[in-house]
């Protein structure tokens, strides 16, 4: 009866709480969210490079910024260097502000021509808020970011502890 109830516990534990699961797995689906998020995005970039002219003139120029042009090239440029960078785990959290701020003059301009219409702001909106998660959180276990810093940490914790047996060997000699 006592590892029936354990097991359900267990159980229950896993269906319902939110931090239940292992971290490689809960890494490996940020991992995959990087991944699709920033391989899906960059074509965005592509598109709008494209037809430069064409989307200042449809997008950016319906929300009132100067400079067309240069805000049309500023976004496609955002979305072609930071999505990869996204699915790499590179520099993920400038490039994730980047286009967290590209998916938020998206929304404005879905919901200044449409409305607020769920229909015409749900891609946008959802891209925005996964963007904004990686910006807060970082790329994960599995992101490039992650292994520079650790290489910098071993670097930087490698010279502290060369510098303390340095003191060591200079106390051990100065009290002789």
Do not use: W
């Not at 999505?83 to 998206?106: C, D, E, I, K, Q």
Request: hydrophobic content about 50%; some cysteine.
């Amino acid at each position: 009866m006592n590892n029936t109830i354990r097991l359900a516990a267990s159980i229950s534990r896993l269906i319902l709480s939110s931090d239940s699961a292992p971290i490689s797995l809960t890494q490996g689906a940020l991992l995959l969210l990087r991944v699709v998020l920033g391989t899906v995005m960059i074509h965005n970039g592509f598109d709008k490079l494209a037809d430069i002219s064409g989307f200042a003139e449809a997008y950016v120029e319906v929300i009132g910024l100067p400079f067309p042009i240069f805000f049309a090239y500023c976004a496609a440029i955002t979305e072609v260097v930071a999505s990869p960078l996204l699915a790499l785990g590179f520099l993920t959290r400038p490039a994730a502000l980047g286009l967290f701020v590209t998916m938020l003059v998206a929304t404005y301009h879905h919901i200044l021509v449409g409305g607020f219409s769920i229909p015409s702001i749900e891609l946008s909106s959802i891209y925005a808020t996964s963007f904004a998660f990686f910006v807060i959180y970082g790329g994960g276990k599995y992101a490039i970011d992650t292994l520079i810093a650790n290489l910098l940490g071993k670097v930087l914790s490698g010279d502290a502890e060369a510098d303390a047996s340095t003191q060591a060997v200079k106390v051990t000699i100065s009290n002789k």
